[in-house]
């Protein structure tokens, strides 16, 4: 074979080998997406522990981030409801203590896209929600959720945690950090114990 057919050999041999096809590379692609998407855990029930009526005992750290160990505590209730079949739901405490009377709100919300709760709270002096929510998600029953807040004329790090959950009792704390999360001060406390007229028929 002379060196020109052998040429034209190789150029009609790469020609005739198939190219992928935009379409399937597009399928491919979709496929790992939504491959990704089944393995990421749905989160829109984690709340629905708290739905119902709770007795609870509140701790607050009177100045936090101050050095002090002064603590105020209080009792009372909270409700709490679903909205949106659980992708949301608000939370009512209210409770008296020698310091004074609470009277929080807490909406929380789920986002379906980035599997995360933004936890939304207000108390009855200021009659706003505070911005920004604290963002997060529930794993292997305990659910952490972060956010950046100015307090004092410092931005300090914010950490809510949800643990210890059973079907009759959990507990919540608030923490802030103003060193970039290498230590954290608890300033909150709330342990909750589902109402007796309840316990029967909690899940």
Same mark, same amino acid.
């Given at each position: 074979?002379?060196?020109?057919?052998?040429?034209?050999?190789?150029?009609?041999?790469?020609?005739?080998?198939?190219?992928?096809?935009?379409?399937?590379?597009?399928?491919?692609?979709?496929?790992? !997406?939504?491959?990704?998407?089944?393995?990421?855990?749905?989160?829109?029930?984690?709340?629905?522990?708290?739905?119902?009526?709770?007795?609870?005992?509140?701790?607050?750290?009177?100045?936090?981030?101050?050095?002090?160990?002064?603590?105020?505590?209080?009792?009372?209730?909270?409700?709490?409801?679903?909205?949106?079949?659980? !992708?949301?739901?608000?939370? $009512?405490? $209210?409770?008296?203590?020698?310091?004074?009377?609470?009277?929080?709100?807490?909406?929380?919300?789920?986002?379906?896209?980035?599997?995360?709760?933004?936890?939304?709270?207000?108390?009855?002096?200021?009659?706003?929600?505070?911005?920004?929510?604290?963002?997060?998600?529930?794993?292997?029953?305990?659910?952490?959720?972060?956010?950046?807040?100015?307090?004092?004329?410092?931005?300090?790090?914010?950490?809510?945690?949800?643990?210890?959950?059973?079907?009759?009792?959990?507990?919540?704390?608030?923490?802030?950090?103003?060193?970039?999360?290498?230590?954290?001060?608890?300033?909150?406390?709330?342990?909750?114990? !589902?109402?007796?007229? $309840?316990?029967?028929?909690?899940?």
């Amino acid at each position: 074979m002379t060196l020109k057919r052998i040429r034209a050999f190789l150029v009609c041999s790469l020609a005739a080998v198939p190219k992928p096809s935009p379409g399937l590379v597009h399928q491919n692609s979709d496929t790992s !997406r939504t491959r990704a998407q089944v393995a990421e855990r749905d989160g829109q029930h984690d709340f629905d522990f708290q739905i119902g009526s709770w007795r609870t005992h509140v701790k607050r750290l009177v100045h936090p981030l101050t050095g002090s160990t002064t603590w105020a505590e209080y009792d009372g209730t909270t409700v709490v409801r679903k909205v949106w079949d659980g !992708r949301a739901n608000l939370s $009512e405490l $209210e409770a008296d203590g020698p310091a004074g009377h609470l009277e929080n709100l807490s909406l929380r919300l789920y986002n379906p896209e980035s599997h995360q709760w933004s936890l939304n709270y207000a108390n009855i002096r200021g009659g706003s929600i505070d911005l920004p929510p604290t963002v997060g998600k529930f794993k292997d029953g305990r659910g952490e959720f972060y956010d950046m807040e100015l307090i004092n004329g410092r931005n300090v790090l914010v950490r809510n945690v949800w643990s210890d959950i059973t079907p009759n009792s959990c507990r919540f704390e608030q923490a802030f950090s103003d060193d970039a999360g290498k230590t954290w001060e608890v300033n909150w406390i709330a342990t909750n114990t !589902r109402m007796k007229d $309840e316990s029967d028929t909690a899940h």
